[in-house]
């Protein structure tokens, strides 16, 4: 990879080095990210288990749209969220920011946030959802810290991203209503887990092993 300035070290650096601070339910850090999802129907009914034979589907399906998926993870704490919505526009990116200070983190004192540079993903989205006092109110419960362009394997949401993948893969939803109850389930289950996410990559990582990546050569 060429070197790419200091825009992009300086973004990784930031995020790096806020996976290295100890865990705090006051400060708790959340990673956000969001995935599309195409809906699959069966065209005929899976196979039903059998002793010794577990359910089968077809390989046909039928296309039934997309959902989109909000994947809000805390890593330390081994918690995550999904939340379905039809698209990802401001509003639907509000109001998961809602769902986090309120619900989520009533009693923190700042949600450090972490998220990649989506164009809905800043703070004037709140503004175009809510009145002006509920945004202000909203933001000074949150503290951004944004990805690098290009450096969205820095987000930890993608991690569980990539789990759900792999869990769904083993059925399929036609609709979001079956879609939800397979991702409520897979989100009921992993929290009971208390599945944390082990970052051990840091900022002086990425400075000894990562050095073409800065414009300047380092001493």
Known sequence: MPRVGGAFVAAMEDVLELYAEPYDPLRPVVCLD???VTLH???????????????RSDYEYVRCGTVNLFVCVEPLRGYRHIA???RRTKQDYARIIQWLVDKAYPD????????????THLPGSLYDTFEPSEARRLLRKLEFHYTPVHGSWLNMA??????IGRERLRRRAGDRATLERQVAALEVERNAQERTITWSFTAYDARTKLRRLYSIPQG
């Open 34 to 36: 969001e995935k599309s």
């Open 41 to 55: 129907a069966d065209v005929s009914p899976p196979l039903p288990v059998r002793s010794g034979t577990p359910a």
């Open 84 to 86: 379905t919505t039809d």
């Open 108 to 119: 923190a004192e700042i949600v450090q946030l972490v998220q990649d540079n989506l164009n």
């Open 158 to 163: 993608e991690i569980e991203i990539a789990i």
